[in-house]
Nanobody, 124 residues
């Protein structure tokens, strides 16, 4: 029903910036919530940020609060994650996810659709 494709990953130095994008296609609706999750090898998947498709009700994990910003673009079919002041511990595969709901969730098992992910590597 919904296809998600991430882009924008790559290599950055500590203190640098990267901008990730999640493009949605298929049956999308204004009630969808879009979330970003990340997972490093040997670690559990963790919540990063989420936003309503309408552009409001933002939510951030404590580990990225003040450094990352989630937003939607003018086309209203792409959600971006601006990552500033990057740290080596931000290194992970970043995935976007979607669920048709009005309520933002930090739980990965409450999201129905997932992208393949994009690698982010931060060197010191």
């Amino acid at each position: 029903q919904v296809q998600l494709v991430e882009s924008g990953g790559g290599l950055a130095q500590a203190g640098g910036s990267l901008r990730l994008s999640c493009a949605a296609s298929g049956r999308t609706f204004s009630t969808y919530v879009m979330g970003w999750f990340r997972q490093a090898p040997g670690k559990e998947r963790e919540f990063v940020a989420a936003i309503k498709w309408s552009g409001g009700s933002r939510l951030y994990a404590d580990a990225v609060k003040g450094r990352f910003t989630i937003s939607r673009d003018n086309a209203k079919n792409t959600v971006d994650l601006q990552m500033n002041s990057l740290k080596p511990e931000d290194t992970a595969v970043y995935c976007c996810a979607a669920v048709s709901t009005l309520y933002i969730s930090r739980r990965s098992d409450e999201y129905d659709y997932w992208g393949q992910g994009t690698q982010v590597t931060v060197s010191s």
